[in-house]
């Protein structure tokens, strides 16, 4: 197993769990030589506060303070707050921990006062003690929108209020058009290597692609884009993107995955049960690498990003 060089720069596309588990890993090896380009499609506005669930989710995971059990909150979490507002007759539908609630009610005040949402996370993420950069996609306002017949339903009332129990016709990024790429992104150094983590391809990774230039700087940089497989044995791992595949007519898969990043992705890490299908994902132009890639302990994430390291590594070098 090759250890990473000290040029090496890598660029990760990440959101929910899955997201944030691989972000951890390839933090913990490359340090501060790891930019994460985080979803801000989930954000929302509930009781007052700007709330940036997969944001907070990455902070949490490589901050080493989130919940080990459900991947997302915070450890060791109370929620008196929720408990009370519940008795009031509010909207306990969203649950915002005790604890949690502090990083919202931070962030809405630093926004208020006129800072980016980028300043605002580079400074939870210095709290945390976080040596790697994460960055929201824009400072700009995107919301994901799912479209059930004819209901357009705000994504956290789709994901949490319906538990995503409602058919999917289709997928909007309300504000992606005016959206502008993350500034920062234009700074960073030399990059090796983009990754993009096992997110949902619809609600975690569509958002980033959709802000425009997003695309067009990533073909730019002339250097391997990796997608990692969320799909495992026709499963997903976590969450809804196996039931939106199936909805949205797509192969459940990890030849669909493949097949939703053609023309953008160089290769695939995909886990060892679905070897039958390297032969027809490699037919799509992509390299195929077959792996462990299951991540239920901290050792099992660092060896999932290593192994994304040494493919990209070999696409550079091929």
């Known amino acids: 197993m090759s250890t990473p060089k000290p040029e090496d720069h890598i660029v990760a596309l990440a959101g929910g769990v899955g997201g944030a588990k691989l972000a951890d890993g390839l933090a913990h090896l490359l340090g501060d030589k790891l930019t994460v380009v985080v979803n801000t499609g989930d954000d929302f506005e509930h009781l007052g506060f700007h709330i ?10 490589l901050g080493g303070v ?18 009370q507002l519940a008795r ?6 969203f649950r915002l921990g005790d604890r949690d609630l502090a990083t919202h009610a931070y962030r809405t005040e630093r926004l208020r006062g006129g800072a980016t949402l980028t300043q605002v ?75 993009v ?13 959709a802000v425009p230039g997003v695309r067009q700087w990533l073909t730019s940089l002339s250097i391997p884009i990796i997608v990692v497989s969320p799909i495992v044995g026709g499963a997903a791992i976590k969450g809804p993107a196996a039931k939106i595949m199936q909805e949205l007519k797509a192969p459940v898969s990890a030849f669909g995955v493949a097949a939703h990043y053609r023309g953008l992705a160089d290769g ?40 994304c390291l040494d493919l990209s590594r070999t696409l550079r070098n091929a």
């Open 52 to 61: 940036s669930p997969d944001l907070d989710t990455v902070t949490y995971t």
């Open 197 to 209: 983590c096992p997110s949902n391809p619809y609600l975690s990774i569509d958002p980033i692609l």
């Open 121 to 195: 996370t580079a400074e939870l993420c210095a709290a945390l003690g976080i040596t790697s950069r994460l960055l929201p996609m824009s400072d700009d306002p995107v919301r994901t929108m799912i479209h059930s017949g004819e209901r357009t339903i705000a994504f956290q009332e789709y994901f949490v209020r319906l538990a995503c129990d409602v058919p999917v016709d289709a997928i909007t990024y309300s504000g992606a058009e005016r959206a502008r790429l993350n500034p920062q992104l234009g700074a960073l150094p030399q990059l090796q290597a983009v990754i």
């Open 268 to 307: 695939i890490v995909i886990d060892d049960c679905d070897r039958a299908l390297a032969g027809e994902i490699a037919s799509l132009g992509m390299a195929v690498h077959v792996v462990p890639t299951v991540m239920r302990s901290r050792d099992d994430r660092v060896m999932l990003a290593q192994s």
């Open 88 to 93: 009031f007759g509010g909207p306990a539908w």
């Open 66 to 83: 989130a919940n080990k059990q459900q991947g997302w909150g915070l450890e060791g979490e109370t929620w008196a707050f929720m408990e």
